[in-house]
């Protein structure tokens, strides 16, 4: 039997989704291999277009291939090693975004472009400082997500990717999971969990549980306060997209709702990884990522859809971390 069974070819689609999120970039890899892409439907989302190259791939022999060609672009990437060997790891997801809130699209114009983007170049030295404390959370099962790190050494994330107590007793965060200057890889620290201190809330997707040790001294922490966003605010998120390499989604994400526990944004971007902490402008944390999805704008006569990427509040998480109704 093929090892590209259904279950390998989905986990796949969300892994060269998660890398290859352009159009131009999917044809460039489908080309490479060998496909004629007159014969792929390219669509708006990442996820529904590798779907298409895949079911095309497979009964021609060209998934191995695909796989290939991503690996050399990205030696590194541990997804895309567990593929090659057949056995890619299970994807993290979260809730879909269900809820379109906030303005009309026809009123994101005077939202979009309406601040600055200028900003002292300090503003990347300082963001650079606060993305140490962002770590990758590995699961057992070979899956992973993202975090970050508080005081006390506490690691904050989504319940959707850590669970429960049993779920953290076999995950690890990686620290420094990134490139270096050089575009080679950095030496990762991993650091286990404690799982017995996991807190967790279903309804508002986070899970707080410590590390062991004190990794703080060395990666510091990400203070946790409470903040206000309003709508045309900028954030930025430091992300594992797919599991991979850190990155950041620098400047060009914009509020377009913050309200009842939940802030909502726009982005250029891939969807961020679960767990990622977006910051505002002065770069304190004030949400925490956990979904996305594509939204039907209402009473829209085109039925334009939109992406839009949605968070936890920092002060829903606080208010439940204090015990707070």
């Given amino acids: 039997m093929s090892k590209w069974d259904y279950q390998a070819l989905a986990q796949l689609n969300e892994i060269l989704a998660n890398l290859y999120p352009l159009d131009s970039d999917a044809r460039r890899i489908a080309t490479k291999v060998g496909l004629r892409t007159a014969f792929i439907t390219f669509e708006s989302k990442a996820i529904s277009t590798w ?10 022999d060209k998934t191995d291939a ?15 090693k567990r593929a090659k060997e057949g056995r890619p790891p299970p994807t993290i997801k979260g809730p879909e975004a269900t809820n379109w809130n906030g303005p009309q699209a026809s009123g994101l114009e005077k939202i979009i472009g309406q601040k600055s983007t200028l900003v002292p170049i300090n503003y990347l030295q300082i963001g650079l400082t606060r993305s140490k404390s962002v770590v990758r959370v590995k ?59 996991l807190r967790t809330s279903v309804a508002d997707d986070w899970t707080a549980v410590t590390l062991e040790g004190d990794p703080v001294s060395r990666w510091g922490a990400l203070a946790l306060k409470r903040k206000a966003l309003a709508v045309g605010d900028h954030v930025n998120i430091v992300q594992h997209p797919g599991g991979g390499p850190k990155q950041i ?13 939940r802030v909502q944004y726009l982005t250029d971007t891939l969807p961020g ?33 939109y992406y839009r990427n949605e968070g936890i509040s920092i002060d829903r998480i606080l208010d439940g971390l204090s015990g707070s109704p």
């Fill in 51 to 60: 779907f298409n190259i895949l079911q095309y791939a497979k009964p021609q």
């Fill in 66 to 80: 695909i796989v290939d060609a991503a690996l050399e672009e990205f030696p590194g990437d541990e997804s895309l």
């Fill in 139 to 197: 699961r057992e099962d070979g899956s992973s997500g993202s975090g970050f790190i508080t005081e006390a050494n506490v690691l904050i994330t989504n319940n959707h990717v850590l669970p429960t107590k049993d779920s953290a007793r076999g995950a690890v965060v990686q620290f420094n999971y990134q490139q270096t200057v050089d575009g080679l890889d950095a030496k990762i620290e991993e650091v286990g969990l404690l799982p017995e201190t």
């Fill in 249 to 261: 989604s620098l400047f060009s994400n914009v509020v377009v709702f913050a309200g009842n526990g």
């Fill in 273 to 305: 990884s679960s767990g990622s902490p977006v910051f505002d402008s002065a770069w304190d944390v004030v949400a925490l990522h956990h979904s996305g999805g594509w939204l039907t704008e209402p009473n829209s006569a085109s039925k334009s859809t």
